[in-house]
């Protein structure tokens, strides 16, 4: 047996992976991924391909999968896991089966959502023949009985207990907080260390935490599929330090090389407060947030660390937490941020395709269509579109766009602050401050789904094309379709905004291609590469 290192993470020349067991027919074991477009689960799949799986992922929506990396090594079915029928058929010739998703978001019955979903998993798994199902879960406090514990460490405690009765031998993986580039934790302690030198915080900053680096998490979920059949049983996973989180704030300062931060803790800020609160100065949402903040109210501390038995710690430990946050931030400086936790579909957006019907039979559908000859190549005007967002902003009206992130953030949306995964190129699913990629044609179109709350869907496309006469034209249409009456009010009351914002928008864009063509243009003649 071969360590592999896929040198796919923030801590890169760390993880080390056996190579997969080999089936009696000489092939190698599949594993089917749930929640591959997700944090974990879009860094579990390159992990399992370099170690020798074969990997099949599971997607309500397959055509998020279309640019990852590693999307034409992995075979893609459609389906979900509260639909029993597409889950025999995603089952089928399946060794090990990665549970990775949960319904936190998807409504007050999101528990129940939650049971059902394990069950029909771990129903299908045994009746497929299944010989593993591997569950991430949350740690949960010793001594606190799980009737008393927040609605999303309960429902992740209840999914494991279904999922280990399942018939199935499983393994459940129960991680405090994960540290790494783009994880939902890591977002939260950062900005909110960078952004506060001074802060009243709630009292869980004394809460102390057992914090796991990312890439030990994708070592432990990669060892698991080759446990030994007998065992069935849940694991505490976490790094070798346990602080609390004022501490792992201090902690985070000085590796940024920042001021010691002055923290004065309260006992008055409510988990909705909370949530609230770190959702006006952090990019994640408090819909996220919450549950982050309620699963502080108790020490979660790993009571044991047996998983070393069967996934043996690398020959240098377990990664420190202020490795992992040199790590996290080094990968974050070079721009290669693999996944984000706002890779996933934020709870409570919408994920309604854009109707293609032109005479679409759902019921209204409003339209804001502008057209600009440009006179550029389109190659400039595509690499203007293909930045747009994130640092580079909206080419329009900044305080409208601004004013509308902060509205968002302060009814629960996600606002503007989730930026982008990368400055210069984007892919199917990714998120866009608060629109998400759901279509890219590179060159050509980028149509961005709008997660902000809104009453309805709106969509944002932007295009390039040359007419009839070789000119190069961008396109730009907003479409908006209302529910109900306070979604048509809500459209008749921003549409005398519509020439400022997509007007300027239309006109600074093309500015800005035509400002890329000559500075290229003048690199070229000074021989200087970009």
């Known amino acids: 047996m071969t360590d592999r290192d896929d040198g796919s993470d923030d801590n890169s020349g760390h993880l080390k992976l056996p190579d997969a067991p080999v089936r009696p027919d000489g092939s190698a074991p599949r594993c089917l991924v749930t929640g591959a477009t997700g944090y974990i689960g879009g860094r579990l799949v390159p992990a399992l391909l370099d170690a020798g799986y074969r990997v099949r992922a599971l997607a309500r929506t397959p055509q998020k999968l279309r640019d990852y990396p590693w999307a034409d090594r992995v075979e893609v079915v459609r389906g979900d896991v509260t639909d029993a029928d597409s889950l025999a058929e995603a089952m089928r010739d ?49 001594g606190v009985p799980e009737r008393d514990l927040s609605p999303h460490l309960r429902s992740r405690a209840e999914v494991g207990h279904l999922l280990l009765d399942s018939g199935v031998p499983t393994a459940v993986l129960r991680a405090a907080i994960v540290i790494g580039s783009g994880s939902a934790s890591f977002e939260m302690l950062r900005y909110l260390t960078e952004r506060l030198p001074l802060m009243v915080t709630p009292s869980w900053v004394r809460t102390r935490i057992q914090p796991v680096a990312v890439r030990d998490v994708i070592r432990y979920l990669v060892g698991c599929a080759s446990l030994p059949a007998e ?27 920042l001021r010691r931060r002055l923290i004065l803790p309260v006992p008055v800020l409510t988990p909705t407060l909370s949530s609230r609160w770190v959702g006006l100065v952090t990019p994640v949402p408090s819909s996220i947030a919450r549950p982050l903040t309620e699963s502080l109210r108790h020490e979660v501390v790993c009571r044991e660390h047996d998983i070393k038995e069967y996934v043996p710690d690398p020959p240098d430990g377990t990664i420190g937490f202020d490795r992992a946050l040199r790590l996290a931030l080094k990968r974050i400086q070079e721009a290669r941020v693999d996944t984000r936790w706002s890779n996933a579909s934020v709870p409570g957006a919408p994920s309604d395709p854009l109707p293609t019907d032109p005479n679409w039979a759902g019921g209204s559908l409003y339209r804001d269509e502008r057209e600009l000859v440009v006179p550029v190549g389109p190659e400039a005007l595509w690499r203007v579109i293909e930045g747009i967002g994130g640092e580079n902003g909206w080419y329009s009206f900044p305080l409208a766009w601004a004013v509308r992130g902060w509205l968002d953030r302060l009814v629960g949306g996600v606002g503007l602050r989730r930026g982008r995964r990368d400055a210069q190129h984007l892919r199917v699913g990714d998120s866009l401050d608060f629109w998400r990629v759901e279509e890219i044609i ?9 997660e902000m709350r809104v009453p309805g869907l709106a969509w944002l496309e932007l295009s390039v094309r040359r007419d009839d006469r070789g000119r190069t034209v961008y396109g730009q249409r907003a479409l908006y379709h209302p529910r109900g ?10 549409w005398p905004f519509h020439s400022v914002v997509f007007g300027g928008m239309a006109r600074n864009i093309a500015k800005a291609a035509e400002e890329e063509e000559r500075r290229r243009a003048a690199m070229a003649d000074s021989g200087t590469d970009n």
């Open 442 to 450: 590179p060159g050509e179109l980028l149509r961005l789904r709008a």
């Open 231 to 257: 065992v069935n049983r849940a694991f505490d996973i976490g790094g070798p330090d346990v602080m609390t989180y004022r501490d792992m704030m201090q902690r985070y300062a000085r590796v940024a090389g």
């Open 485 to 494: 009456l306070p979604g048509h009010a809500y459209w008749w009351s921003v």
């Open 94 to 142: 399946v060794d090990v089966a990665y549970y990775l998703v949960h319904a936190l978001g998807s409504g007050a019955d999101f528990e129940e959502t939650d049971r059902r979903a394990a069950r029909n998993f771990g129903e299908r798994a045994r009746a497929a023949g299944v010989s593993r199902i591997v569950y991430l879960g949350g740690l949960t406090p010793s």
